[in-house]
């Protein structure tokens, strides 16, 4: 849907309702970003196929070098690039945000009688919804080279909902940045760099034999409590007792983590919107 038609949906609802509720607007500005994935289905076929990419690279080329003890490299792999994949929303939110800023796209929504939350919120429900389709294939190359759901449905539910929550958390805080930096360039170089955040995380590789700081840094960097937690519910591996407590206690971990980035991110995107990014 574009701009033009969404500012014309608005205008006629308005017409006939005289009042708009956060749910109804962030329903509509839904709709939109997926008219416009639909529109141009590029960047997410690139976005969901990364992952099947890295699961085939690193799982044949570096499987045979890594040992995981008492576990196979491909079924460690498979929940870390789940995880990978949740943390992946900090670059999505802030490319789209960042894109929309640009092109003056949030300036026009800007002008409209909506609710000041609905523009963030449809943009991270509309990237929750989009990745929720992207993770089964994914899961399903997992499950051909070897991975298996070693525990019951409702774990495995259970873990699919905790990735999807830690992804809206992530894609908050992308949008959050992304209307700070306000330049598409700017926030497709930034983007990348944050491919370094799973690398400095248990997504990979086990922490166990990392030196003292760094696995200090990796066990308190928030992808290791949402992978943990999602080889502990896919019932892959046990969490480790001797880890930092968020990867001790990965469920309650991510359910923290998730939090924590939701109470920061979800006000500074609204307050940052509604300033027009003054």
Request: glycine residues 10%; contains cysteine; neutral net charge.
């Amino acid at each position: 849907m574009s701009t033009d038609a969404l500012v014309t949906e608005r205008r006629t609802t308005d017409a006939t309702a005289p009042t708009h509720t956060p749910v109804a607007d962030g329903l509509a500005v839904l709709g939109r970003h997926l008219q416009r994935i639909k529109a141009a289905p590029g960047v997410l076929i690139l976005t969901q196929t990364m992952p099947i990419t890295m699961l085939l690279f690193f799982g044949y080329v570096f499987g045979s070098a890594l040992a995981v003890p008492g576990q196979e490299y491909r079924a460690f792999l498979v929940p870390g690039l789940l995880a990978a994949t949740a943390a992946n929303g900090v670059m999505t939110g802030m490319f789209q945000s960042a894109q929309d800023c640009h092109r003056g796209v949030m300036d026009r929504f800007r002008t409209l009688p909506m609710s000041r939350s609905a523009v963030p919120f449809g943009q991270t429900a509309a990237d929750v919804l989009t990745t929720a389709v992207g993770l089964v294939p994914l899961m399903l190359v997992g499950l051909a080279v070897g991975w298996r759901i070693e525990g019951g449905p409702a774990a495995a539910v259970g873990a699919f909902g905790l990735l999807l929550l830690f992804r809206f958390a992530t894609s908050w805080v992308g949008c959050w940045l992304g209307l700070l930096i306000r330049n598409e360039e700017a926030a497709g170089q930034l983007g990348a760099s944050t491919f370094i955040l799973p690398l400095l995380s248990s997504a990979y590789i086990p922490t166990d034999n990392l030196p003292g700081w760094l696995r200090t840094l990796a066990e308190w960097n928030p992808i290791s409590a949402v992978a943990a937690a999602a080889r502990d519910l896919f019932g892959n591996a046990a969490p480790a007792a001797d880890a930092a407590w968020p990867v001790a206690h990965p469920v309650a971990g991510t359910l923290l983590w998730s939090a924590v980035l939701l109470a920061v991110a979800v006000p500074l995107s609204v307050r940052l919107y509604s300033r027009g990014g003054e």
